[in-house]
């Protein structure tokens, strides 16, 4: 086992990672007593890989609640909500998902009218209830300490779920989870970009009343032309009421380079859901580690994405190599076959051949780019370290 924390050096003003280029680094620890950088691939030995991967304590920034209903539990709340599904059975789900991403078929579209038919089956405010946690004890399972959920409130309205309803079960399933799994979480809502703005700034003066139990903002579904200008006066309101702000730039979407561009700079995202095609355009790489923008890729979701997935995996190595804030995300881990944190992790270890410095460098990268306190931050990173110098 190599040691990864030499204290004798004591306190340290953070160095950039990577090759020598510097993230002004919003969220950094400037004062951490070591860092994950000395890190060396030969660290836990004792382990393998698998042993690894399942062990390292693990942190979870891009995930979409509605993209976590497993089949058997989405035959329940179908049944209880009265709601037939064409599916036959819960296997006919899976069978029905490979379908849609098999080669050729797969693209955002086809992921989006898959994920449709489970979410369409959310009827209650219990239903969310039941669904958050449900993935919480699953990320107990993951050993995933911390994560930051979405949700799309415009998706519950419309299936008849107020947005005091979906919100409040989803709070008491946080607060469940973290008693009975001990799993933290944070939630944030996302507006559909292919919905008016008209309805994202209504809807976010109406969680006014909620403003306690939502952390940040961010903006999902298909990426329509007029993103993301359209929603500038949204992300001006959500700043004044103090949210945390992302969006997602999908990958190889038609201007994609653009799109990165204009939320850091027009909506002031703090953070970029996917964004990987940051990695093709050098300008635009300066500007995310100038700004400390951190990147939440989703390895596993990109194999039911058009393109060759490598060129996917060499866009997230170079990112990293980069120094950027680039983290390991599932996205929709009961969706398309993406899989848990686990499974996301080893696939994209195994595909990428990321080291296991990579990976603490994708952890820390990911308890950096948390929207959770300091001192939580510490302690996150703490248990990666000692996780790393048992
Ligand atoms: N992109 C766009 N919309 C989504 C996604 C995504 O990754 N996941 C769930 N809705
Ligand atoms: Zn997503």
Not at 244 to 269: K, M
Request: hydrophobic share 35%.
């Amino acid at each position: 086992m190599s040691g990864i924390c030499d204290r004798s050096r004591g306190p340290r003003i953070h160095s950039p990672r990577g090759q020598g280029k510097a993230a002004t680094g919003r969220w950094r620890h400037d004062l951490d007593p070591c860092d994950t950088e000395s890190v060396g691939d030969d660290v836990r030995s004792d382990l393998s890989d698998e042993e690894f991967v399942a062990g390292i304590p693990k942190v979870e920034l891009h995930v979409h609640l509605e993209g976590t209903i497993e089949p058997l539990s989405l035959f329940r709340i179908a049944e209880r909500n009265g709601i037939e599904l064409p599916y036959d059975s819960p296997e006919g789900v899976v069978a029905f998902q490979a379908e849609r991403r098999a080669p050729g078929n797969e693209s955002l579209v086809n992921f989006l009218e898959c994920l449709d038919i489970s979410r369409g089956a959310l009827r209650t405010g219990a239903d969310y209830h039941t669904i958050t946690v449900d993935f919480l004890a699953r990320c107990r399972d993951e050993g995933v300490r911390y994560v930051e959920m979405m949700v799309d409130p415009q998706q519950a309205i419309r299936q008849g779920v107020p947005l005091g309803d979906c919100v409040e079960a989803i709070t008491q399933g946080r607060a469940d989870g973290l008693t009975n799994h001990g799993v933290r979480s944070q939630l944030i809502m996302c507006f559909q970009r292919d919905h008016p703005a008209a309805e994202a700034e209504a809807l976010l003066e109406q969680a006014d009343a909620h403003r306690d139990s939502i952390v940040g903002i961010g903006l999902d579904n298909y990426e329509t032309p007029g993103f993301p200008a359209l929603f500038a006066a949204t992300y001006e309101l959500a700043r004044r009421r103090e949210y945390r702000l992302t969006s997602h730039c999908d990958v190889n979407q038609p201007d994609s380079i653009r799109h990165i561009r204009a939320c850091i700079e027009d909506l002031g995202v703090e953070r970029i859901d996917h964004g990987l095609n940051t990695a093709t355009d050098p300008s635009l790489v300066d500007l995310v580690l100038e700004r400390g923008i951190a990147l939440t890729a989703c390895p596993t979701f990109y194999h039911g994405q058009q393109g060759a997935a490598e060129s996917r995996l060499d866009m997230y190595r170079s990112l990293l190599d980069a120094g950027t804030m680039i983290s390991l995300n599932t996205d929709d881990p009961a969706q398309f076959g993406s899989g848990w944190l686990t499974n996301t992790i080893s696939e994209a270890m195994a595909a990428a051949r990321f080291s296991r410095s990579d990976l603490v460098r994708f952890m820390h990268n990911a308890i950096d780019s948390a929207w959770t306190d300091e001192h939580h931050r510490r302690d996150l990173t703490s248990e990666l370290l000692t996780f790393c110098n048992r």
